[in-house]
């Protein structure tokens, strides 16, 4: 669940949210979004947690790389209904990983 | 909930870590440790969720500032046991805040 990232540099890009009490597709979506993102050129992991209160951190080779992934369709569709109908606040932060060390290894 | 952070730069301090079964003091200590790091220099906020896989990320106004808390007695006492019986695996990332946009404001 502790995503794999390689060396720093790279980025990651901190999604808090907080949800609203709607369900409509979210659950669905969710894993949708999860399942496409994988395939994203640039990709690296990404960890996710929470309920009502929600974070996740996606991991990233370059700016360019989550420039392409904010814009892509299926995610831009999810980020509207983000804003629409899921969240009733939402904060992004694109931030650079400069250096990092774990527990194990 | 979500942290009222000022304009960027600023930096992030990214902790994803994976829960052993042992309470042994667990939620006092983090209770403690969220208390103390309001008082800490340089600190700007923080966000954390999780159960069995936490996500906890705090953010501040430079490098030194986190160096500084990392080496807090209290916080060095909470690493050590973190590492000896409440964690089976975490990571942490220090990054910096280059860029934030959010829902509302």
Same mark, same amino acid.
């Given at each position: 669940m502790i995503s794999k990232t390689p060396v720093p540099p @790279? @980025?990651?890009v901190i999604f808090t949210a907080i949800r609203t009490e709607k369900e409509e597709g979210y659950g669905n979506a969710v894993g949708e979004i999860a399942k496409l993102v994988k395939n994203q050129p640039g990709y690296l992991g990404h960890e996710s947690v929470g309920d009502r209160f929600e974070i996740t951190v996606s991991y990233w080779e370059s700016l360019e790389h989550i420039k392409q992934w904010k814009l892509q369709t299926d995610h831009l569709l999810a980020q509207k209904k983000g804003r629409s109908t899921w969240y009733?606040? @939402?904060k992004v932060r694109i931030s650079k990983v400069e250096r990092d060390y774990q527990?194990?290894?």
């Open positions: @790279y @980025y990651a009733s606040d @939402y527990m194990n290894n």
